[in-house]
Structures are given as structure tokens and as C-alpha cells.
T-cell receptor, first 113, second 111 residues
Framework: EPEVTQTPSHQVTQMGQEVILRCVPISNHLYFYWYRQILGQKVEFLVSFYNNEISEKSEIFDDQFSVERPDGSNFTLKIRSTKLEDSAMYFC???????????FGQGTRLTVV | KQEVTQIPAALSVPEGENLVLNCSFTDSAIYNLQWFRQDPGKGLTSLLLIQSSQREQTSGRLNASLDKSSGRSTLYIAASQPGDSATYLCAVHNAGNMLTFGGGTRLMVKP
């Protein structure tokens, strides 16, 4: 069964460092998303991406964040200068059309120290 | 701004019980509603998707209903098993091509 794949599963980084979280969405899907979940809190929307551009972003997704689809399969989230409060589980998701089921990856646990 | 609330926050039941998890949302202008399961430290597994035009969806022992006008959805789990122990999340898809999540119901099914 097709699935969304995320790497790494866990990343530890020093405050101020750049991190890149990687995702391989389901191959025929067109809509891609990043969400995050701070420990003990709700899952929060960060950004949606369609047709090689950002279609929506939340207040959380400030200038420190960027997304890219560098080739036909990968979808990345970059955090330029990590802060302690960026520590969270980051989920990638994809769907084939705007109104169908969203499929999530297993997440990357980012720990900023 | 859409707000999604799930009640109860936690639930503990003996094996075999039928149970109902509740989800409410403030803006009824939704495209669809999706229920997920999350095991500790893991990703989100999609359980059911209900389109705004539908009243319910069934998958195995799971049945989800939607009352869009009153801003409510329920997830019914029949004959619960210890393997059903997890956090159940409801998420609403509304304008803006994003999901808004509730805080989840943490379910424990005791053998």
C-alpha cells in the first residue's frame, strides 16, 4: 500500500543550526502539507503546497521556514535557524485531490538543544 | 477561525464495550471531516473520511457520523479490543486547503 515516507525519524540539532526534514509523498498525489505537533498539544497546520508553490501557510510558518520540491519525488521543509520552541514532531501529508483523504507520514521528531 | 473540540479527553473502558467519541467544530462550512488514530510517538493513521454531503461512513467496527449543521461528528467503535488503545483525532477540512485538528481522545481498552 502506498505510504508517505519521512526521514530522518529523529533529529537532534543545536539552537541556531539549519535543519532539513525530508518527505516522499505518495507518487500520484498533487497536494503536499507540513504539520507539526508540539508534545502534548494539538496537531497544527504549517503550510500547503500545490503546483510547485505554496498555496496556504499559517502564522507559524514565518521567514525561518521554507519548503521545496526539488525533484519529482521529494518534498522538504527547511528551518533556517532553529529555536528551542521548534522542538516538535513534524508530519508530512499528501492527497491526490483537494477533497480526498489526507495521508500522513510517521513524522520526524525534531529536538533543538 | 475554525475551532475543533473533542470530548472526552480520555476514556478507559473494559474490552468488548461499544463506545462513542465526540468531535465538535465551530464553522459548519466544511469540505469533509477525517478521523485518525495516533499511537504514542507515531504518525497519524487515517481511519475514515466523511464528505460534507454524507451523513456517515463505516469501516469494519468503526462508524463515523456527521451532522454538519450542528457542527458535530461521532466515531462509534463496536466491541472494543485492547488493540484499539490509542489517541483518536478528528480533523476538519475547511476553506484554505488545510486540516484543523481537535485535541484528541486518549482511549484505553482494558483486557
Amino acid at each position: 500500500e502506498p505510504e508517505v515516507t519521512q526521514t530522518p525519524s529523529h533529529q537532534v540539532t543545536q539552537m541556531g543550526q539549519e535543519v532539513i526534514l525530508r518527505c516522499v509523498p505518495i507518487s500520484n498525489h498533487l497536494y503536499f502539507y507540513w504539520y507539526r505537533q508540539i508534545l502534548g498539544q494539538k496537531v497544527e497546520f504549517l503550510v500547503s503546497f500545490y503546483n510547485n508553490e505554496i498555496s496556504e501557510k499559517s502564522e507559524i510558518f514565518d521567514d525561518q521556514f521554507s519548503v521545496e520540491r526539488p525533484d519529482g519525488s521529494n518534498f522538504t521543509l527547511k528551518i533556517r535557524s532553529t529555536k528551542l520552541e521548534d522542538s516538535a514532531m513534524y508530519f508530512c501529508a499528501s492527497r491526490d485531490t483537494v477533497n480526498t483523504e489526507a495521508f500522513f507520514g510517521q513524522g520526524t521528531r525534531l529536538t533543538v538543544v | 477561525k475554525q475551532e475543533v473540540t473533542q470530548i472526552p479527553a480520555a476514556l478507559s473502558v473494559p474490552e468488548g464495550e461499544n463506545l462513542v467519541l465526540n468531535c465538535s467544530f465551530t464553522d459548519s462550512a466544511i469540505y469533509n471531516l477525517q478521523w485518525f488514530r495516533q499511537d504514542p510517538g507515531k504518525g497519524l493513521t487515517s481511519l475514515l473520511l466523511i464528505q460534507s454531503s454524507q451523513r456517515e461512513q463505516t469501516s469494519g467496527r468503526l462508524n463515523a457520523s456527521l451532522d454538519k449543521s450542528s457542527g458535530r461528528s461521532t466515531l462509534y467503535i463496536a466491541a472494543s479490543q485492547p488493540g484499539d488503545s490509542a489517541t483518536y483525532l478528528c480533523a476538519v477540512h475547511n476553506a484554505g486547503n488545510m486540516l484543523t485538528f481537535g485535541g484528541g481522545t486518549r482511549l484505553m481498552v482494558k483486557p
